[in-house]
């Protein structure tokens, strides 16, 4: 629970190749053919903008919207990162507009799992794809959120099946910006 | 709703007298005569420790706990920063504990409202007490929260009041670290 920093550095080196690079709402990313993922105890900064790499950073944090009963689902259905056989991942940065930020606790929850079934949905693709999620927000940072998943390319169907029920919830009516950047692991 | 970062230093000059510096649970803050507050819409870095000021910092955001029937009250009722008469003010900077962190968001919401009426029991002391809460767990910081108080001398009863009720709640025996900072505005 104690928070750590993870920064995505796209550029020329890293362990994940860059297969697809896609503006999905607002603003793409530059395209870069490498990224590299550092962690760290404290804040990553911005670097000065860059023609040949970005960055995006987050901080893994407590959960906003799980209650005990789905996270003790999540618990035992869930995967750990770094799996040997899950060689194909996704870094989706996304985020929401103002309207979303100035909604009360429950009506946004009510927005993610009432209505969006995001919580209760996404468990069967557990635990194929695994995931981390990572916030930015209050890091003055361009996104709010980045997810990162991890899956073998046989689920890569799966994986797919799970981003385009995601957009299709009315919680993603208030993503105003989000990109979508495919990888693979280097050999 | 857009993250405004707040740095708090205590110091040596700044517009608040620091008038009582007391170390309620844990490790306390040096002693200092002033302090200075800054705005700014990035991250405040960290100053390397020194012997005549520290620094804290953290994060207006949206709400975490509140729902919509409570922003509306909240809404009615609640004051401003910056009032002509409220020269007194206090700075409480805590940190909850890793049990607390480790809990899902309806267990949160449970004890701090449920169990110890955190919201519903404050709104009484509005709008003489006019409050802030800055987040500060997920930039790194020492502490996870921030709260600034402003209210007029008359209203120093009513405040130690706020102060010993929010300290007696259940909520509160997840509080492992709390320093009580009191000031004067400097005339």
Known sequence: ????????????????????????????????????ITQGPSIALPLVASATSWR???????VRYVEKAEAEQLAEKQAP?????????????????????????????????????HISASLKF???????LYHCRDLGEPFDFITWFEYAPEHATMFEELVAMLRATEEWTFVEREVDLRLKLVE
Chains 1, 2 share one sequence.
């Open 56 to 62: 995006l950073a987050g901080v893994t944090s407590h």
């Open 1 to 36: 629970m104690t928070p750590m920093f993870t920064t995505f550095r796209g550029g020329q080196s890293g362990a994940w190749r860059i297969t697809l690079n896609s503006a999905v709402r607002g603003e793409g990313l530059a395209a870069m053919p490498a990224l590299a």
């Open 126 to 132: 557990l635990p194929q794809v695994a995931r981390q």
């Open 81 to 117: 990162l770094g799996r040997r056989q899950a060689t194909y991942a996704a870094l989706i940065p996304i985020r929401k507009s103002a309207a979303w930020w100035a909604l009360s606790q429950d009506e946004r929850r009510e927005i993610l799992e009432a209505k969006s079934h």
